[in-house]
């Protein structure tokens, strides 16, 4: 009998603005499953994953890209819910009941900055999907997305929302400020058609100086009782880093976040001078 799909969780948010801190942290609640380094080679085959876990066992919760990506047909990554066929019903309900039965857990969770531009889609899928949307600075996030690409010879690197194709042809860091911008209007489109119950915004901001109080608020949201022992433990060391975008740019790299990013940085209630 496969395993019910209760509320499946999904982090959301543009590429470097906290997700993988806060999933692999909020992964480590007792009654959550979610898509392992193992889990993901085979994931829409229990067999064939129990025949790999009797080699290896080492589990770390993971994008699993391979997953979320499987039905993109088109130039960027976004799906909508006309995209949402019986094949993809099909194949990503058999995935998460599958690492429910692995796991033997009540709920799922995973963290995916691709499936910012994918929340309709997964929400017809999974109806009653709940979607955290971590948001952050969008220059503090665009300063990581251009040390991410830096490190992979400046080539594109992570979501690419509708029109990422014109991105190509601007500099990088004008070119990753308006990643950062092009991924957080889509998911936020994408949200306003959300019920109350099935979408929280946390700032990282938030998150970083107040884990405790933040993790209490998404537990009440999705159903999820915290111990205070393993709530205190698990976030215990956290940091802002918010900070490296003002301190390691020169003063003309942060002006032009401030140009491209100011207004709309404004309107999500960010402080831009």
């Not at 959301?12 to 959550?32: K, W």
């Not at 898509?35 to 993971?62: E, G, Q, V």
């Not at 033997?104 to 109806?127: A, D, H, T």
């Not at 915290?226 to 205190?232: A, M, T, V």
Request: with cysteine; net charge neutral.
């Amino acid at each position: 009998m496969p395993n019910p799909i209760d509320r499946p969780i999904f982090v959301v948010g543009a590429p470097r603005s906290g997700t993988n801190i806060f999933y692999r942290t909020f992964a480590e609640h007792p009654d959550l499953a979610w898509i392992s380094n193992i889990t993901k080679k085979a994931p829409a085959s229990l067999w064939l994953t129990r025949l790999i876990m009797r080699f290896r066992n080492d589990h770390r919760p993971t994008e699993a890209n391979n997953v979320w990506q499987k039905f993109i047909g088109g130039d960027d990554e976004f799906l909508g819910r006309e995209d949402a066929s019986a094949a993809a019903r099909k194949y990503l309900r058999k995935v998460l009941q599958n690492n429910l039965q692995i796991f033997e857990k009540p709920r799922f969770v995973n963290k995916c900055p691709g499936n910012s531009v994918r929340i309709e889609f997964l929400q017809e899928i999974f109806p009653d999907a709940i979607f955290l949307h971590i948001l952050r600075d969008g220059r503090a996030a665009a300063y990581s997305i251009m040390r991410s690409r830096l490190g992979h010879d400046g080539a594109y690197w992570s979501v690419k929302p509708p029109g990422w194709q014109t991105l190509l042809e601007l500099p990088l860091i004008d070119a990753c400020a308006m990643q950062w911008k092009m991924t957080v209007e889509t998911l936020l489109r994408s949200a306003e058609n959300l019920p109350r119950e099935q979408y929280l915004e946390v700032r990282y901001e938030d998150f970083v100086a107040r884990p405790v109080e933040i993790f209490e608020q998404v537990g009440e949201l999705c159903g999820l009782d915290w111990q205070s022992d393993l709530l205190q433990t698990i976030t215990a060391g956290m940091d802002n880093r918010n900070f490296k975008w003002q301190t390691e740019l020169p003063e003309a790299d942060k002006n032009t976040f401030n140009r491209l990013l100011g207004d709309y940085l404004n309107q999500l209630g960010y402080e831009v001078p």
